[in-house]
């Protein structure tokens, strides 16, 4: 019973990363910013869950490591983008 556990975490993963990507490259052209943020949080849980099959330790420092560096570069990007005039 744990190897399809393990099975639905991976394969879980996998579509929460691969659907989160695709979310993401089509994320530029959302107007709102919290939804920019939901398209780059969704693959981070997909890395997690396929690491979480691996290590529980790998995993949290994963997505720990992903949402905080991907949040200042979507934040960095917002201001950047005000400063810019351009319109959200």
């Known amino acids: ?3 399809i556990e393990t099975q639905i975490w991976f394969y879980t993963g996998c579509i929460l990363l691969v659907g989160g990507t695709l979310a993401t490259v089509a ?8 939804i920019r943020t939901l398209n780059t949080e969704i693959p981070t849980i997909g ?3 396929i690491l979480l099959t691996y290590n529980h330790t790998l995993a949290l ?10 949040t200042m570069i979507l934040l960095r990007v ?5 400063e ?3 319109q959200l």
Do not use: C, H, Q, Y
Request: charged share 10%; proline share 6%; glycine share 10%.
């Open 47 to 49: 890395l997690s869950l």
């Open 61 to 70: 420092l994963t997505f720990i490591a992903a949402s905080a560096i991907i």
């Open 78 to 82: 917002i201001v950047r983008m005000e």
């Open 27 to 34: 994320g530029p052209g959302v107007k709102d910013p919290i």
């Open 84 to 86: 810019m005039g351009a």
């Open 1 to 3: 019973m744990n190897l």
